[in-house]
């Protein structure tokens, strides 16, 4: 296992854009631990959908402030829930690190999210998921613009050009794990 580089590379954007799977490949390319905020909290509080059901959304997101606070001081690469930027502590805690903004074309996240039943703030009133997901989309894509050091679209080719993509823009080559001087 490496040791915590003091600046981590924060993965950002809506649901379906492949903040996780991207994450993970990411990391395991720099040597890097990896952690999933989403996935933090449902370890030590249960599904999300639960969360939102029985706590409702505020109580999520103060739980989903105290994790992204606590993968921060970890490092390595962190995926972040889509609206965990939202928050201003969040924002403001992300200031010294490298933060890369994940996008997606609405064509193909509505085939990545399938059935949107597990993602609470789709299945939220009267619009169909996709058109839920647009929306949010929309009215949270200033405020990824505004936290992101670069941004990488997701909607196409394979997911390893992305991944290069990410680890040459986050770490200078010659630092890259079997890089030669």
Do not use: C
């Not at 981590?8 to 994450?23: D, E, F, N, Q």
């Not at 829930?81 to 890369?100: F, I, N, S």
């Not at 939220?124 to 613009?145: C, F, H, L, N, Q």
Request: aromatic share 4%; glycine share 8%; charged share 25%.
């Amino acid at each position: 296992m490496t040791s915590p580089d003091p600046q981590a590379i924060v993965l950002i954007g809506p649901m379906g854009a492949g903040k996780t799977s991207v994450g993970r490949r990411v990391a395991k390319r720099l040597g890097r631990t990896f952690t999933d905020t989403d996935a933090a909290i449902v370890r030590v509080h249960g599904p999300i959908a639960d969360i939102f059901a029985e706590h409702g959304e505020p109580h999520f997101r103060a739980l989903e402030r105290d994790a992204v606070a606590v993968a921060l001081e970890t490092g390595g690469v962190v995926s972040l829930g889509g609206g965990a930027v939202l928050d201003e502590t969040t924002r403001e805690r992300l200031r010294p690190h490298r933060v890369a903004l994940l996008t997606v074309a609405p064509r193909v996240v509505a085939r990545r999210l399938g059935e949107a039943a597990t993602r609470p703030l789709l299945t939220a009133g009267d619009e169909t998921p996709i058109a839920r997901w647009e929306r949010i989309y929309a009215e949270r894509r200033p405020v990824y613009e505004s936290v992101a050091d670069a941004t990488f679209d997701t909607s196409s080719g394979p997911l390893e050009n992305i991944v290069t993509a990410i680890a040459e823009w986050a770490v200078p080559s010659a630092d890259l794990p079997g890089a030669r001087a």
